[in-house]
């Protein structure tokens, strides 16, 4: 079961990183999915699958994409703990704001 999950900050410029902080009950693997929810372009950005120890966890998630910055817009995280037996938890979604880089 997640808890307590945020992202820290919730307003990053492109090229930055943003840092997911949350808790588990369990060891497991976290599922995250990256969508932009701004126009133009929506849709899936990346997904990534990691392996977590249970309890107090901070993840830095990652500034490029396929070797490009993130674009400025709102996305949407979207995380999903996986348990060793595969027992999924309901997905816990998170807001992300890009904002342009500074010229």
Not at 22 to 27: D, E, F, G, I
Not at 66 to 82: D, E, M, N, Q
């Amino acid at each position: 079961m997640i808890r307590r999950a945020r992202i820290v900050p919730h307003r990053i410029r492109a090229g930055r990183r943003a840092t997911l902080r949350l808790s588990l009950s369990t060891p497991g693997r976290l599922v995250i999915a990256i969508t932009r929810v701004s126009r133009p372009n929506r849709g899936a950005v990346a997904t990534r699958r990691v392996a977590v120890a249970g309890g107090a966890v901070a993840l830095r998630l990652p500034k490029r994409f396929h070797g490009r910055k993130l674009a400025a817009g709102r996305y949407r995280v979207t995380v999903v703990a996986v348990s060793g037996s595969g027992t999924r938890s309901r997905p816990v979604r998170r807001s992300l704001v890009v904002r342009a880089a500074r010229a």
